[in-house]
């Protein structure tokens, strides 16, 4: 199976996610690709099994701009999107925290719900990307 992890970072918080999630897929045996939007040229999403959206959420509960590009470059709706992102309370509250992630998942009608992980990826949140991995791939082996 292949996947694609495609992500979009200022910070560099949403890369480590992203790389971590690449990782994980990895050892579960995965054929594992990274991308970063806007950044790397256009991919075929249809050629992966999984495809991985990273976004950050932009002023006040916003999807960036190069997240929206990338959206309409795929073009369709694939059943395969599982999304992530990172945010921050302190500037937005609960209110506002990864909006961009509920934006996309709801966007996709994804099946799986979004990780959303508070700014870095570090300490009790790598247990949760391994753990949301880990779901996202079982549920699509059931559905497979």
């Known amino acids: 199976m292949r996947a694609v992890v495609a992500y979009l970072s200022y910070s560099g918080n949403t890369m480590e996610v992203g790389e971590r999630i690449a990782a994980k897929l990895e050892k579960e045996g995965l054929e594992v690709d990274l991308h970063r939007i806007g950044v790397d040229p256009p991919i075929d999403t249809g050629a992966y099994d999984f495809l991985f959206i990273g976004t950050f959420t932009w002023e006040m509960g916003a999807t960036p701009s190069e997240v929206k590009d990338f959206v309409w470059e795929i073009g369709y709706k694939p059943n395969n999107v599982a999304v992530f992102g990172t945010g921050d309370t302190q ?5 506002l925290f990864c909006k961009a992630v509920d934006k996309l998942v709801q966007f996709y009608n994804s099946r799986w719900t979004g990780l959303k992980i508070e700014q870095s990826p570090r300490g009790y949140q790598e247990q949760l990307i391994d753990q949301w991995v880990e779901g996202v791939t079982n549920n699509v082996k ?3």
């Open 142 to 144: 059931v559905f497979a």
């Open 91 to 95: 500037f937005g509250g609960d209110e």
